[in-house]
Antibody
C-alpha cells in the first residue's frame, strides 16, 4: 500500500528556509495531487499547497510569497521550501495525497514537527 | 477564504451512544466536504469524502450528510476507538480549508 514519509531538519533558525521532502513508497507519484499541510501545536489544520505529478502547483495565498513546492518523479518525491520563517511557522508538517487538487486527502504521512528557534 | 465552523467544540458521550457533529461553511461548498478523524500524535484519517461517501475501510457506523453550507457527521454507536478529534474540510474553493474540530471525549 502507498505510504508517505516526511524528512528534513527538525529545527530551523528564524529568517532561514524550512525544507522538507516527502517520499512516496508502495506506489507511483503519477496521476495524483500531492499536498503539504501543517498543524501548529494544539491547533487546527492549514493547507500550504499542492503539486501535480506533471509539475503544476499552487499555494495558499497566505503563504504563497514564501512557499515553493516541487516534484521529483524519478525518485517518487515532492518537496516544500518555506522562506523567511518565524516562530509562527512552528508546526507539525504533513504531506498527503489526493485525487483532486483540493482534497479529499486519503493518505497522509506521519507528520514531522519543525521548530523555528535559534 | 471559505471559513468552516464546527459544533459543538466538545461532545462528551459514552460508548454505544450516537454522536452527531456539525460543520457549517461561510459559502456554499456544494457537496465537496470531507471529514477526518485525528487521534493524539497521529495524522488525520479520511472518513468521508464528497459529503456522504465513506473512504476505503471506514466502518458503516460513520455516515455523512448535507449539502451547500450545512453538513453532519454521524457515528451511530460509539466504539472506544472513536474518541478523537474530528475535522471537516472543504474543497470547493481555493484554498481548501479545515474547520477547528470537534473533540469527542468519554463521558
Amino acid at each position: 500500500q502507498v505510504q508517505l514519509q516526511e524528512s528534513g531538519p527538525r529545527q530551523v533558525n528564524p529568517s532561514e528556509t524550512l525544507s522538507l521532502t516527502c517520499t512516496v513508497s508502495g506506489g507511483s507519484i503519477s496521476n495524483y495531487y500531492w499536498s503539504w499541510m501543517r498543524q501548529p501545536p494544539g491547533s487546527g489544520l492549514e493547507s500550504i499547497g499542492y503539486i501535480y505529478y506533471s509539475g503544476s502547483t499552487n499555494s495558499n495565498p497566505s503563504l504563497k510569497s514564501r512557499v515553493t513546492i516541487s516534484v521529483d518523479t524519478s525518485n517518487n518525491q515532492f518537496s516544500l521550501k518555506m522562506r523567511s520563517v518565524t516562530a509562527a511557522d512552528t508546526a507539525v508538517y504533513y504531506c498527503a495525497r489526493a485525487r483532486t487538487a483540493w482534497g479529499a486527502f486519503d493518505i497522509w504521512g506521519q507528520g514531522t514537527l519543525v521548530t523555528v528557534s535559534s | 477564504e471559505n471559513v468552516l465552523t464546527q459544533s459543538p467544540a466538545t461532545l462528551s458521550l459514552s460508548p454505544g451512544e450516537r454522536a452527531t457533529l456539525s460543520c457549517r461553511a461561510s459559502q456554499s461548498v456544494s457537496n465537496y466536504l470531507a471529514w477526518y478523524q485525528q487521534k493524539p500524535g497521529q495524522a488525520p484519517r479520511l472518513l468521508i469524502y464528497d459529503a456522504s461517501n465513506r473512504a476505503t475501510g471506514i466502518p458503516a457506523r460513520f455516515s455523512g450528510s448535507g449539502s451547500g453550507t450545512d453538513f453532519t457527521l454521524t457515528i451511530s454507536s460509539l466504539e472506544p476507538e472513536d474518541f478523537a478529534v474530528y475535522y471537516c474540510q472543504q474543497r470547493n474553493n481555493w484554498p481548501p480549508t479545515f474547520g477547528p474540530g470537534t473533540k469527542v471525549d468519554i463521558k
